[in-house]
């Protein structure tokens, strides 16, 4: 008996000396301070556990790399080999800090030439992906966050395979954690017929850690680096046949021209990045014709660069707003200097629109999102509840000539955490096409009024408080 006192003793001494490490392993990150007040609390207050989630998903890991500058560089020099001199294609008066900033933090050039067409269903967008995937004559470029063994699923697999046995070259990136659902042999047989199969940070149980934590949440295909699909669509069924509460809807794109070089250079450097294969011959950067008058800029951003790209442009683009701001998201959990962004943009007379889903399919997520309304709706925002289904469209409008969609949603696992593209659109036309859109799914909505807002139970508001405690993790 006291032998075992003794082990208990030692268990705890050992714990704790641990936990405390820990906790100044995380403040000594200098981390967001509101990340590690809330990593402290669960050290704190779930033993082990807190020890469990950290091991998983606490590692910060912007100091690391997943390719050098140089080869980085060295990728990104033939995409911006397809550009035009920023001079002459002259983006509009507004826009050009906006333009610069980006290109600056990380060479995100901007290509005229190109052409947008939307889909904000899965019909149509898989109808018309399966038809340029059958035209393929030398390559394709495929990467999903969520790749599913269902219907969508083998029919893109079989097309995949068919085109390999008509020599085209075809190269598949999935994610590892957002697949798992899909069983390994189903990527092991497309292996086998030809597909160039890539799983991105390949998760092995002895070697876990915070792989789980940081996913490539991009969904890009390019077909013989002349036709791009980027969006906010993965590989499943349910973009189809929606949920058992209503429709899926969702906003994807379709790029021809210029900007396709972009598309192809994101891939290309994921690809190099998890399977160390150089690609970068002119057979993937065509000379592109202009197909459009669209200007565009990819940018990338993930949790191992210096600066989070995707957020700083959004945060640029709505201080600059003079007339509207548009936001569809699946998830609002916003960073500190978002949501002032968008409290000061309405209260200086801005017609800011939010749009959510009423249901979510993420149940934390989505009590934490609704912590962050209030604030919002104090501000003069007109929040919007889509009623026909899941909204997990990302898309964003600001007056009437700048257009934001992609992979990225509006929280802070979309900003820090997660690989994310999104194409920063300047063009009126495409603007206007895009409103349309939001004003269609207006019509499917309620408009949250305060006074409704602020009679929900108690119990409502405390259980949003407590996950908003946690929404730097989320």
Request: positive net charge; proline residues 3%; aromatic residues 12%.
């Amino acid at each position: 008996m006291e032998a075992a006192n003794h082990l208990i003793l030692i268990f705890q001494i050992l714990y704790v000396a641990t936990a405390l490490g820990t906790m100044i392993v995380v403040i000594s990150e200098n981390r967001n301070p509101l990340k590690t007040i809330s990593w402290v609390l669960i050290l704190l207050l779930l033993p082990l556990v807190g020890l469990i989630i950290y091991y998983f998903f606490g590692e910060d890991s912007r100091k690391q790399r997943l390719i050098s500058n140089k080869m980085y560089k060295k990728l990104n020099r033939r995409s911006i080999g397809r550009k035009e001199l920023l001079e002459t294609l002259n983006p509009p008066n507004e826009y050009k800090g906006l333009v610069n900033l980006l290109n600056r933090l990380k060479s995100s050039p901007l290509y005229g030439g190109s052409s947008v067409k939307f889909y904000s269903d899965g019909v149509s967008k898989f109808e018309d992906l399966f038809a340029h995937l059958e035209k393929a004559e030398k390559h394709i470029h495929i990467q999903y966050y969520i790749f599913l063994d269902d219907e969508v699923g083998r029919k893109t697999r079989d097309i995949l395979v068919r085109k390999v046995s008509e020599g085209v070259e075809v190269r598949l990136i999935y994610d590892d954690v957002g697949s798992w659902k899909a069983k390994r042999d189903f990527f092991k047989n497309m292996q086998a017929r030809g597909v160039e199969v890539q799983p991105f940070l390949k998760v092995a149980f002895k070697i876990l850690t915070s792989r789980v934590n940081y996913r490539n949440h991009r969904k890009i295909v390019v077909i013989d680096g002349k036709v791009g699909f980027v969006g906010g669509m993965n590989i499943a069924d349910r973009y189809i046949q929606g949920v058992k509460f209503g429709i899926w809807r969702d906003s994807h794109i379709k790029i021809e021209g210029k900007a396709v070089a972009g598309l192809q250079t994101s891939f290309l450097i994921d690809w190099y990045s998890s399977r160390k294969e150089f690609l970068a011959s002119d057979t993937y950067y065509p000379i592109l014709e202009s197909k459009g008058e669209n200007m565009i800029q990819l940018v990338t951003s993930g949790p191992v660069g210096r600066y989070k790209d995707i957020h700083l442009g959004i945060l640029q683009a709505i201080s600059n707003a003079k007339e509207s701001v548009y936001i569809q998201t699946p998830y609002f959990i916003p960073t500190d200097s978002l949501l002032q962004a968008i409290q000061m943009a309405a209260m200086r007379g801005v017609d800011v629109r939010l749009m959510l889903p009423r249901h979510s399919d993420t149940t934390f997520v989505h009590i934490a999102t609704m912590s962050f309304l209030k604030e919002v709706l104090d501000a003069k925002v007109n929040v919007y509840f889509f009623e026909a289904g899941f909204l997990h469209s990302k898309l964003m409008t600001i007056d009437s000539s700048l257009t934001i969609t992609g992979s990225a949603n509006m929280d802070i696992r979309s900003f820090e955490h997660n690989f994310e593209i999104d194409a920063f659109i300047y063009n009126e036309e495409t603007c206007r096409k895009a409103q349309e859109t939001f004003f269609e799914d207006m019509e499917r909505s309620t408009l949250l009024l305060v006074e409704e807002w602020d009679k929900r139970p108690r119990f409502s508001k405390f259980k949003e408080s407590v996950m908003r405690l946690f929404s730097p993790l989320l």
